[in-house]
Each structure stands twice: as C-alpha cells, then as structure tokens.
C-alpha cells in the first residue's frame, strides 16, 4: 500500500513539472512594414484655341486656318472678319507626367478692342495624392518697348472637375481669375484631370471706364501665369 502511495506522488510530481515546462512555452510573430511616400506631380496641356491662326496637319507641319474672330460684348464681327488669332503651344515636357508639360504658351496677335478668343487647357495629377489648386500668379514680364495690357483684360470661363462637376466665373480681371479657380475648390485625384475653358476679352478702355485709358495700339505684352498645387488636405 505504501508503494502504491509512493508511485501516485511521484506520478503527480511528474505531472506537475510537465505541466511547469508547459507553462513556459513561447512563441512569436512579427510585424513588417514597408513605407512608400506618394507624389504630386502638376502637368499641363493645350487642347487649343477657337481662334488659332494655324493648325498642325498630319505631316506635322503648320496648316492655316481661316476662321472669324470671336467677340465679347459690344463687339459683333457680322462680317466674319479674320482679323485676329490666338495659338496656343505646348512648351517643356513634364518629368514623370507623359503627355503633359511644364508650361504652354499663348499667343495672342494683332489684338483689337472686343476681340475675345478661348483657350481650353488640361491641367493634371499626374501623381498619386489629390492635389488642390493653391496659388495662382499672373506676373508682366516688363521688358524694352513692352506695355502691361492686364488693365484691358477680362477674364472668364468654365472649369470642369475629375467628376465633371462644371463651374463658371468671370467676368473679372488677373486677381479675380486667380480668387475663382482657387474659390472653385477643385480636387484632382491622382491620374486625374480638370479641364479649364478661358476666355480672354480685350475691353476697349482701362477698368470699364468709358473716360478711362483706350487700349493702346501697337503694343507688346508678355505674361507668366504660374499655377500651384498642394496635397488637398492642407489647402483651405
């Protein structure tokens, strides 16, 4: 009987340290990250103007184009005069955006008074974090013989979102352009695009004002019109 007591206890004895080393038993797992930074990248492109003095043919070489000057009120061009032109040219290509550029350039000529010509322009994302519009500067390149002739235009227009959600503004000058793309909010996701419809109107005299400066003949004007954008959620 004593025997029989003796191997039960050391059965549990043996038991019980099993059941200790179990206890302490451990295993584990990790967590691996990677981290990839997005990008914004702001390209632009000319889709073209409705008044272009010259049209790229198929052969890659300039075609002209007759066609009659578009008019802003007063004007009415009844005689379909081709007085007029506006070409619209797609400059530097953008690093890391294929089809879009770094900047166009506009070309206006032999403008008069009333004489209103529309360039429609892609602006895209071409990275990967939603961009908003943040700043908008129109800055005269003052140079030899030139004339600022902001004071005899008007701007206007039509903005069409990635959800083609349109909004128009205008009437208005350099400043007001710059306060209605930025109060447009608009939101380009990456890889898309908003399409800008602008219309440019010479008036015939300084702000409007029918005693006020007529727009001088014969005069020269360049412009920079630089467009920012910045991650949406820090922009207002």
């Known amino acids: 009987m004593k025997k029989i007591g003796f191997f039960v206890l050391a059965l549990v004895l043996v038991l019980g340290t099993m059941g200790v080393a179990y206890a302490k038993w451990t295993d584990t797992v990790n967590l691996n990250a990677t981290i990839t930074t997005g990008n914004l990248i702001l390209g632009i492109q000319d889709l ?4 272009p003095s010259f049209i790229i043919d198929q052969d890659g070489d300039p075609e002209e184009v007759i066609s ?29 955006c294929p089809g879009y550029f770094q900047d166009i350039t506009e070309t206006f000529d032999n403008v008069y008074p009333y ?42 227009g039509t903005i069409t979102d990635e959800n083609n959600k349109q ?7 350099i400043d007001g352009l710059a306060a209605a793309l930025l109060a447009a909010n608009v939101q380009i996701g990456g890889g898309k695009t908003l399409t800008l419809a602008l219309t440019v109107c010479f008036v015939e005299t300084c ?15 360049s412009y920079v019109v630089t467009i920012e954008g910045a991650q949406w959620n820090e922009v207002p």
Request: one cysteine or more; glycine letters at 10%; a negative charge.
């Open 115 to 156: 004489y209103s010509a529309t360039t429609t322009i892609q602006i895209t994302n071409c990275g990967t974090v939603p961009l908003k519009l943040d700043d908008v500067d129109g800055r005269f390149i003052v140079a030899t013989g030139s004339t600022d002739l902001m004071c005899w235009m008007r701007f206007s």
């Open 207 to 221: 702000n409007d004002d029918p005693e006020g400066q007529i727009m001088p003949q014969g005069a020269h004007a």
């Open 167 to 173: 909004t128009t503004f205008g009437p208005t000058s």
């Open 68 to 96: 009659a000057d578009p008019q802003c009120t007063p004007g009415n061009n009844r005689e379909q005069k081709d007085v007029a032109s506006l070409d619209s040219v797609n400059g530097t290509p953008k690093t890391g």
């Open 48 to 51: 073209g103007s409705n008044d």
